[in-house]
């Protein structure tokens, strides 16, 4: 019988193994049970693609729910007010009884439900996106439950993310038991905190997707292969391990190519192990590195390029004679690829890759 490949390295998936999060879902369980308002109400999830934000965003929303919460899991488009007043109406249906409330007169004190969650045609043409989450937070709170908006890719600066961060700052404000999460580039998280409208959202709760353990990439790879009756000695272990560089898509993609690869032996070889990580490179330009570079600009990318040129950690005074401008204007370059999550800093006056293997392609090396 084949054996399954327990390893999902599709964006949108939510994998089997989550691994290297605990304290992250720990904190989110702990600030659902805080007062409204409490900063760990209010989540934002900074990571590059590929880091496990859309992962993270689908258990929380399995968490959630656990917890009496009708969740809202919406991507920044224009139309995710709309959606989200439509998700928390369709997920708390089976909450609230359906039976006909009568409504009379069409006056605005007399607008409100005409059954279950569905609001009356009033309400529906004359009640705005604020209004109507507000009525349904005071539905569901009926019921015991709260409300959660979970928001994907996130977006800087748009009239719908503005109307989403303003209306939970509102119906904060009133008390109403709702709760927030969005995940997105640290570029776009950047620059929504920093909006001028939007400062009150710098008391939410931050966090920066980090680097997987190495420990714990190697306890999961040892779990999954021997669960599949595979065998695996200590060093194709750690060479598997390293060549993730604790990144959660790398691990999904080394480790789906090594089972693929071992489908005809219970073995797993280091050739097996170095087929399985060439494969997961290629898919790394496709998935990972142009979507990385696409929205840079062409000074962006030639400060990249002359960064690959070390096989280590950069100098920015290394970097700034390479591409010929002064200090101040590399400067500014490396301020905004920190922002855009493509490089950190790494020591004073030094620099490095954040995205796994980004150098050595740059290089022309894959």
Do not use: W
């Not at 409490?38 to 900074?46: E, I, Q, Y």
């Not at 950047?190 to 709760?205: E, G, H, K, P």
């Not at 693929?260 to 998935?287: H, P, W, Y």
């Amino acid at each position: 019988m084949k054996k399954e490949n327990i390893f999902l390295p599709a964006f949108g998936n939510k994998p089997k193994t989550i691994i290297g999060r605990d304290n992250i879902m720990s904190e989110f369980i702990e600030g659902l049970s805080y007062p409204v308002g409490h900063r760990n109400r209010a989540v934002f999830l900074a990571g590059q693609r590929g880091t496990g934000k859309t992962t993270l965003l689908l258990e929380f929303a399995e968490i959630a729910a656990k917890q009496n919460f009708v969740c809202a899991r919406v991507a920044a488009t224009d139309d995710m007010l709309d959606e989200v007043i439509q998700s928390i109406q369709m997920n708390g249906a089976r909450f609230v009884p359906a039976s006909k409330q009568k409504v009379k007169g069409v006056s605005v004190g007399a607008l409100g439900f005409s059954f279950g969650l569905t609001f009356s045609e009033e309400a529906e043409s004359q009640l705005g996106f604020r209004l109507k989450l507000s009525m349904l937070c005071d539905e569901l709170e009926k019921h015991d439950k709260g409300v959660l908006i979970l928001v994907d890719e996130v977006q800087s600066n748009t009239p719908a993310m503005r109307s989403l961060a303003t209306a939970y700052q509102h119906l904060v404000g009133e008390n109403k038991n709702i709760a927030m999460v969005m995940a997105g580039l640290p570029s776009s998280i950047s620059a929504v905190l920093n909006d001028d409208i939007l400062t009150f959202l710098n008391r939410a709760y931050k966090v920066y997707l980090e680097p997987l353990p190495p420990g714990e990439v190697s306890i999961a790879y040892m779990n999954e292969f021997t669960n599949l009756g595979k065998t695996i000695d200590a060093n194709t272990l750690d060479i598997a391990v390293e060549a993730t560089k604790g990144y959660p898509y790398l691990f999904q993609l080394i480790g789906y190519y090594i089972l693929g690869f071992s489908q005809n032996t219970d073995v797993i070889t280091e050739d097996i192990v170095g087929r399985a990580i060439d494969a997961s490179k290629l898919d790394m330009v496709e998935n990972i590195f142009n979507a990385a570079l696409k929205p840079l600009s062409q000074r962006d990318r030639d400060f990249l390029t002359a960064m690959s040129k070390d096989k280590g950690d950069s100098k920015i005074s290394d970097i700034k004679d390479r591409i010929n401008v002064s200090r101040s204007y590399a400067q500014m370059y490396r301020t905004r690829l920190i922002e855009a999550g493509v490089i950190a800093a790494s020591g004073r006056g030094e620099l490095t890759f954040l995205v796994p293997y980004l150098g050595e392609y740059l290089r022309g090396e894959f």
